[in-house]
């Protein structure tokens, strides 16, 4: 269904389309991303992840194609089994990490949202988990928010000339019929500092902030600016 000119024979095709017209693989969310077995090519079950949800949703991730940085990309889809029947809400395009990515199918009232939670480190000290939420409609999946789950850096500190201040985010999530409540907490605190003199490794404040995306026809509309934005770089 989600595919109508796939073939077990043939397998999937790098021009292929899905049943909304869209190319499975030909995006620009793909681009750059590679066959290793060439085309066309068989689905195997080590590809597809398929993840459950309430009323019987589920998702599917066919993580055909692989990128320069370690990323896996493919068609996602929301679905769902009743009876006899299967139902197709919406189809896109993921690209993520193949470790450490978690995706949950969700009810938001009469809307279906897929959530993707995709965490990237290039340091220790420069950490970022993000929630990727995405709406079905007209059966498309479309991205309409991107959220700060965990998130962690180290600057240099205005108030303590000469130190470094670490923040640290947290964000709770809470998912309401009529949108997505958060809540914001972040801790602020002196990192270690070598000279015993130094009056370091310490809290300076933590600040908790609550927000709420609204569902406005193809996005999710939040209620403030990020807590992240009007936090950072001010200790």
Known sequence: MI???????????????????????????????????????RVTPEELEISAGPDGLRVIWLRTLKFENGDE???????????????????????????????????????????????????PDDCRQRGHFYLARRGRLFESAQVDLERTAVLPS???RGLYARYTLRTDVTYRPNGIQLLEQIQVRIIKYEEQNRDSDRELRKVEFQRFLRVERDTLFSSNDPLWERVVGQD
């Open 73 to 123: 990309g493919g068609p996602l889809a929301l679905v769902r089994a009743v009876d006899d029947r299967a139902e197709v809400y919406g189809i896109g395009s993921l690209r993520a990490p193949p470790k450490g990515t978690r995706i949950t199918p969700v009810r938001l009232g009469s809307d279906n949202l897929v959530v993707v939670e995709a965490k990237q480190c290039p340091d």
């Open 3 to 41: 595919t109508p000119g796939y073939s077990e024979e043939r397998g999937l095709g790098p021009t292929d389309t899905d049943c909304t017209g869209n190319y499975l693989f030909a995006n620009e969310m793909l681009r750059g991303g590679i066959s290793a077995s060439g085309w066309p090519r």
């Open 158 to 160: 205005l108030s303590e």
